[in-house]
């Protein structure tokens, strides 16, 4: 989370505030391109004001790729004016239990020790490690060990009724890696989480990363983005993981 750069906008009328934008500013990169990405993940303005609800985003940068992954369905029209671009988001989870009873091969191993990440992941990496602090946050790297081949991986571990434990993707540094060896992963963050699902999240079904089976879950979500660059790849972080 980059202290420069506000963690709201404000409107004000008659030196009271009547509405608010929240907003999550981060560092993300394309093509070796550094871009500002804002994450609206809240707007509220007073119903007598909301004639001036778009001075909040007119605020945010131009040069900002803006995205919105929550938002109500009467604003599509608000959003579309605004010179936002709609977008189907799929969260497909699956049932993993399955995979259990299979051992994962002795050349795959999950990584989670602090001081072993922070030696082993890039500067960007590490930005990520210390900004996710909350234990709910699971940081680490998948690894074959004898190929040396790898990915940094962030998931956000939930529980559903108080016994299922959902691991959703929302950072993934080699999708592909991660694609071709998740009988493999499945059973680690089993072992290592006692995950009964794994979810991800993607605007892109060529992009998605776990394969359907007749476990598999997909919701679909409408989300809003605006000045995204050429290749963009999309992920959740620095933004909200649960809808």
């Known amino acids: 989370l980059n202290k420069k750069y506000p963690i709201c906008n ?6 009271k505030i009547v509405g608010f934008v929240g907003t999550t500013f981060s560092q993300k990169k394309f093509n070796k391109k550094n871009f500002l990405n804002c994450n609206i993940h809240s707007w509220m303005v007073d ?10 985003i007119d605020q945010i940068k131009n040069n900002c790729i803006i995205t919105v992954l929550s938002s109500l369905p009467r604003l599509n029209k608000t959003f579309l004016k605004l010179g936002f671009k709609k977008f189907n988001m799929e969260y497909k989870v699956i049932f993993i239990k399955k995979f259990f009873l299979r051992k994962t091969h002795l050349n795959f191993d999950i990584l989670l020790k602090q001081n072993l990440l922070m030696k ?5 990496e590490q930005k990520i490690i210390n900004d996710y602090k909350n234990l709910r946050f699971k940081k680490f790297i998948f ?17 559903k009724k108080k016994f299922f434990k959902t691991f959703n993707i929302i950072y993934c540094s080699d999708r592909n890696f991660l694609k071709n060896n998740l009988i493999h992963f499945y059973s680690l963050i089993q072992q290592y989480f006692k995950a009964h699902f794994c979810g991800e999240f993607y605007i892109n079904k060529s992009k998605s990363i776990l394969k359907n089976t007749h476990l598999t879950k997909i919701i679909n979500k409408t989300i809003y983005m605006k000045r995204i660059p050429k ?3 999309f992920d959740l972080l620095y933004s909200e993981t649960e809808f």
Do not use: A, E, P, Q
Not at 143 to 159: A, Q
């Open 10 to 15: 404000i409107l004000v009328y008659n030196k």
């Open 47 to 56: 119903k007598n004001h909301r004639i001036g609800s778009s001075m909040l």
């Open 120 to 124: 082993k992941t890039s500067k960007s």
């Open 143 to 159: 690894c074959n060990l004898i190929s040396n081949k790898r990915c940094f991986i962030v998931g956000d571990l939930t529980k």
């Open 231 to 233: 290749n963009y790849k």
